[in-house]
């Protein structure tokens, strides 16, 4: 059974986030970075990644990362996209690390050498899963 994560900051109403691809800290913060809080421990995670862009050329750097209570993470996956608008792509699942206790689950898309992204607009969300 899989559960939706909720991101840092949400409101709590929906945890799927929407967000548009922004430039890098040249002024203030990038909006690269979304963490999904993991509130107990799961067997594994997926993370679900939809374009919204209305150009379909457009190329998202998405990198995911499991975060750990002792301060480490482990990067899952990292990719270049250019998905249809309306779809995208699951991710996952990946397992538990042994002996880890995993505190939030990160999205990062965007990246400072690809120009080409920067304004198209995609959603994500993050599933916990238990059991089989």
Same mark, same amino acid.
């Given at each position: 059974m899989c559960t939706f994560l909720q991101p840092i900051g949400g409101n709590g109403a929906t945890?799927?986030?929407?967000?548009?691809?922004?430039?890098?800290?040249l002024l203030g913060r990038t909006n690269w970075n979304t963490d999904f809080i993991v509130d107990r421990p799961y067997d594994s995670y997926k993370f679900f990644f939809t374009a919204n862009s209305s150009? =379909?050329?457009?190329?998202?750097?998405v990198t995911g990362y499991l975060k750990f209570s002792d301060g480490t993470n482990l990067q899952v996956f990292n990719e270049i996209m250019s998905p249809p608008i309306g779809t995208?792509?699951?991710f996952g699942p990946f397992p538990a690390i042994p002996g880890k206790q995993t505190s939030q689950a990160n999205f990062k898309i965007g990246a400072s050498d690809d120009p080409g992204a920067? =304004?198209?607009?995609y959603r994500i969300s993050v599933q916990g899963c238990s059991g089989s």
């Open positions: 945890p799927i986030v929407s967000k548009q691809v922004g430039r890098g800290k150009s =379909g050329s457009a190329q998202y750097p995208g792509r699951m920067l =304004g198209f607009s």
